[in-house]
């Protein structure tokens, strides 16, 4: 299978109209763990948040609320298509505290000390170079600012239960595709390692893991993206056979009409750290 090569200002995932859609629809699945892991970092009014990879800005949105006129979101991503989503989304929300950045995060440099909080979901698994980003990042941090990250840790726990064998085809396609592009799936491993390279203590480390049946709000949010996408796009990409994935669009669309069946997911690792003097 021969490898496509992407826009320059996209990534292996994709960015389109519908995954906007299906991002604002992970990001309620998953906003109650979002909204505590900040509270854990220690969010408050009037802070200067960093979103890097911010998508089309659903945390984004989250962040600028709770801190307040007085604080901002630096919202940062690659893609046009979504900063624009992120700044007709603050439009319509009436936020005018968030700052969107273009950028990308290879080479992203802030000024000094402009940042107490950093937020990073799902991002950091797509970059070839995530150690010299937190590195590039703490200089920007203040003394005493806070990274608080949910990253994959394990993927290898994402699958239906009974398993398919073409199921286990399909991870490794996944984490096959992401690794082409540089990246690395279950980063979120390494991340205790890289904060202190970064000069940034862990302070907070726990798996984040779902175990979910049809029907349930959970369900929705893998399920969502092998749907929209997941799938169909490693065929497109030169990751998965063709018949390997009509071969899973059936599996998941048998599992989803059997009540019996499970489904455990990837797992998502949250890292809070804290900047010592930089
Ligand atoms: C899976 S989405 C997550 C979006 C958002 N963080 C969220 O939780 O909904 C990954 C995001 O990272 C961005 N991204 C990937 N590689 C990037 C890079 N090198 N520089 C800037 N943004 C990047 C993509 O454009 C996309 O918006």
Redo the contacts with the bound molecule.
Sequence with gaps: MSQAQLPEDD?I?G?SEREIAR?GQ??AIWRERALAAWRRGGLKPGMSVL?I???PG??SFDLAQLVGPKGEVIA????DL?LRAVEAGAKARGLSNIRTVK????ALDLPADSVDFIWS???LS??PRPADLLKRLSKSLRSGGVFVAHEYGHYETFGFHPADPVQDRFIQAVKASWRAFGGEPNIAKQLPAMCAEAGWSTEYLTPHIFTTRPGEMVWEWPVGWLKSDGIDRLVELGFLAKEDAQRFHGVVQERADDPLSILTTPLVMEVIAVQGMN
Excluded at 76 to 79: A, E
């Design positions: 990534y995932i960015a991002l992970q990001h979103d990879g911010c998508g659903h945390a940062v991503d690659q893609s979504f950028a990308d995060l290879g979901r799902w991002v797509f970059l």
